[in-house]
């Protein structure tokens, strides 16, 4: 027993609420937790300059997809009104070819036999309804054939009726004619881009290929252009009269 102290003496009981000393801590750390954010200049303007650019992204690229919209219609109706025009052109052309053969047929049965004023046309070419015909005896391709009739001054034959494809089907060759197909708008039309006023498709909606050629029996079909395929051709050129 310690000396001094009465028996049965126990020291007295700390009193104080358990965690009263770290109260001041949590009160500290409390108020640390509510004091409000700093509030940064340069997150902001770095909030507001990406907005900005985001923004200028996004309208530059809606007026440039405008623009570069007009500018695609604007070539349409440009394309559009060239192939017109041109069209216009050839199919005036064809008309020409076609009124000019049948004036001169109707002129060669006025005349029945009297002779014609029109210059005869050269050796090896044979003369009908105004128009002089060559007919190879060679076998190119489609291509070839037009470099060769382009170099005689003429071009491929354009049939425009019934009594010139008679005309012309006097072999037994099959020869190329100036019709080829467009891929603008998958046509056939002739060499000189009139459209068709007649035909005598072998087969009329089975004509896959891009050039046409003439058979033995009248009748037109379709083939490669170049390649191994190799007919005779038939050159075209206006009489002189």
């Not at 992204?57 to 219609?73: A, D, R, T």
């Not at 005349?111 to 210059?119: P, V």
Request: glycine share 8%; hydrophobic share 35%.
């Amino acid at each position: 027993m310690a000396e001094g102290r009465p028996s049965g003496w126990q020291p007295a009981q700390d009193l104080t609420p358990m965690g009263e000393k770290s109260l001041p801590v949590l009160k500290e750390s409390g108020q640390q937790e509510q004091n409000p954010p700093q509030f940064d200049p340069w997150k902001f303007l770095c909030l507001a300059m990406t907005t900005l650019m985001f923004l200028l992204v996004m309208i530059v690229g809606v007026v440039l997809g405008n623009v570069l919209l007009l500018n695609y219609q604007l070539e349409e109706e440009l394309n559009q009104l060239n192939n017109t025009f041109t069209k216009g052109l050839a199919d005036a052309r064809h008309n020409r070819d076609f009124i000019r053969g049948e004036m001169f047929r109707q002129m060669n049965a006025v005349q029945s036999g009297n002779g014609s004023s029109c210059t005869p046309c050269p050796e090896d070419w044979t003369a009908f309804e105004g128009s002089c015909y060559n007919f190879s005896i060679n076998r190119l391709t489609w291509i070839e054939a037009k470099d060769q009739c382009i170099h005689a001054g003429a071009h491929l034959v354009i049939i425009n009726s019934l009594a010139e494809q008679k005309f012309l089907t006097t072999s037994q060759q099959e020869f190329w004619i100036g019709l080829t197909k467009y891929y603008r708008n998958g046509l056939y039309k002739w060499q000189d881009g009139s459209s068709l006023t007649y035909t005598n498709w072998r087969y009329e909606n089975w004509n896959f290929y891009d050039c046409v050629y003439l058979m033995t029996s009248g009748h037109w079909d379709s083939d490669y252009c170049g390649g191994y395929r190799l007919y005779h051709w038939i050159c075209e050129k206006p009489q002189i009269c």
